[in-house]
């Protein structure tokens, strides 16, 4: 088989680090030609971290969406700097591993030039899935899931008729405040947030692990990825993070997808996706482990849950409000201008304040972005002047 051109995008990230050692693992250990060759990188603002993960690629195109600071002569530079690296890249696949609704423009680039998308960056379908979905039909870009839970997900189906799909089950860790009550983790700050207890994972997941708006995002994801309606949607509670998907059957039959709890599994699952070559990442032992616990997930002390169902239900421009004044209520706690017991309420309000609207354009749902971060910004107040 011939070598796949890759574009890692959020090289710099937690998943985008994984992920290019997923791809060194995979080269080094093919035995024949090598089965990836990364063309070009792109990240936010962190240019050193860039630099040093092109080092192993030379040749690699890369991109920094910020202007401020140096950069070596030949990086594309500024906000669209992403998206026309992709488009210029000719790629076979594209890892999206950027965070937040930043990574929507370079992953519709990737879904129109027909690469397939290995996709981390889950605001991207929060925000857009009907846009997404319906682009990538029309291409015929696959997208892969990188998600672990949705990654379970995709080797539960695989070989089984969707119809008879009954319900679709994601887990939970729980987050760091999983055994705390609401009232005892309002005001918890950003470091006892980001604390989580079973993944290293980057600022904005960690918040969002810790409000369960990760699995809220997670819910809305699935319901876009592989078409399942809300009431085929749950979420549970998982403390382990071993079980990351259950798939029951309409005969009864239940399947689960376990690994450890490292992402380089479900990784690699996305870039040799249908094939499982060794991999490089830590080995499930479940003797070693003992017990799997499994609990539900109460809809008063997690409402985050409750607000996936509303914004599946209502579809069009709900989740891009969802997830634009997640990402402003996440951003504003990190600046420790909110209470951490605020920000779901802040999701909450901005789904009252703007009522959805179908999506025909790209700009329809960029809109709705913009109107729910301007809600989220009157009702924290602006930030501090520099
Ligand atoms: P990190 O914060 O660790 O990394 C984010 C990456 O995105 C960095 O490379 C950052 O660059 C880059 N980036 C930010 N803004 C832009 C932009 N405008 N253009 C290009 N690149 C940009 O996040 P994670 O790796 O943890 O998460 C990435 C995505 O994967 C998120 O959507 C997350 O929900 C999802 N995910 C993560 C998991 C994990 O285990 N970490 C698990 C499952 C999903 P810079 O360093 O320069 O800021
Ligand atoms: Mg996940």
Partial sequence: TRTRRVVVLGATGSIGRNTLEVIAHLNGSSGG????????????????????AAAAWPRARCSLASLGGDAPPGWLRGPGSAERLVREASADLVVAA?????????????????ADVALANKEVLVAAGE????RASRSGSRLLPVDSEHAGVLQCLAGHPRERVRRVVLTASGGPFRDRTAVE?????????????????????????ATMMNKALELVEAHHLFGLRADQLDAIIHPQSIVHAIVEYEDGGVLAQLGAADMRGPIQAALAWPDRPAGCGERLDLLRLGGLTFRSADPHRFPALGLAQRVMAAGGTAGAVF??????????????????G?????VSSALDALPP?????????????????????DAVGSPPAA
């Fill in 357 to 377: 609207r179908p999506v025909a354009r790209l700009e329809d749902v960029l809109d709705a972005d913009a109107a729910a971060r301007r809600f989220v910004g």
């Fill in 98 to 114: 950027v965070v937040g609704v930043a990574g929507l423009r370079p992953v519709l680039a990737a879904i129109d030039a027909g």
């Fill in 323 to 340: 997830n634009a004044a997640n990402e402003a209520a996440v951003a504003a706690f990190l600046e420790r201008r909110v209470p951490f």
């Fill in 342 to 346: 605020r920000i779901v309420g802040l």
């Fill in 33 to 52: 030609p090598r089965p990836f060759e990364v063309v070009a990188l792109a990240a936010g603002s962190d240019a050193a971290g860039l630099a040093g």
């Fill in 185 to 209: 983790v309002a005001d918890a700050t950003p470091d006892e947030a980001v604390a989580h207890p079973n993944w290293d994972m980057g600022p904005k997941i960690s918040v969002d692990s």
């Fill in 131 to 134: 846009l997404v979905m319906r």
